[in-house]
Each structure stands twice: as C-alpha cells, then as structure tokens.
C-alpha cells in the first residue's frame, strides 16, 4: 500500500507541476499575430475582384509574417515560406463555392477590344 501511494504522490506532484506548463504554452499560442482579409465587396469570379482578394492577401501575408519575425526572432521560417502559408490558410478558410470561383476567375483569360 505504502509503494502505491507514493506512485500516486509522484503522479499527481507531476501532474501538478505540468499544469502552468501548459497554461504558459497556451498564452504563448494565443499571443500569436493573426491577421483578417476582408471579402466585402468582392465576387471572386470576376478576374478584377480575384485580383484584389490576392492583394489582400498578400498584404496580410506580408504584415503578419513581419509581424512574426519581428516578436519570434528565433523562429525557423523563411519570409517567403510564410507568405505561402497565409496564402494557403486563407484560401482553406473560403468556402468551397468561393474556391471554385477564384479558380473559375484566375482561368479567365483577358480580352482587349480596339475600336476606331
């Protein structure tokens, strides 16, 4: 009995000193810059409106990942790599409808008409 309240001991004191551990880590995770692209006003099957969500986009990209580099000096992560990233997490986010139409609208291709 004695052996198995001292595994016990061990266990809980572990348990315990495990908790604000995982309290640090999770306001570490909450400080992490986000970023917000708005879609007001955009129908992203006109090429135009494709055009300025990727603006977007990319300016988000460019100051979340300075925003990043600049808090987490230490952090692995090429500039580039992270603006990839943004890309690809905020195209996940759009809704399958609105997928279908970024790629409807970057296979349209541009039309010039002279006239006299």
């Known amino acids: 009995m ?4 001292t595994s016990l001991t061990a266990v809980a004191t572990v348990t315990l000193a495990a908790v604000p551990a995982l309290g640090l880590l999770q306001a570490a995770h909450a400080a992490e810059p986000t970023a917000t692209i708005s879609l007001a006003g955009l129908n992203l099957s006109n090429p135009a409106h494709a055009a300025e969500f ?17 808090t987490n000096p ?3 992560f090429t500039m580039a790599g ?13 809704s399958k409808a609105q997928r279908q139409s ?11 008409v002279a006239s006299r």
């Open 54 to 70: 990727e603006t977007r986009v990319n300016n988000a990209g460019e100051r979340l990942c300075h925003d990043m580099a600049r």
């Open 102 to 112: 970024l790629r409807y609208a970057a296979s349209a291709t541009p039309v010039s």
């Open 2 to 5: 004695r052996k198995f309240m």
């Open 74 to 76: 230490q952090a692995h």
């Open 82 to 94: 992270c603006k990839v990233s943004v890309r690809h997490e905020a195209v996940r986010q759009l």
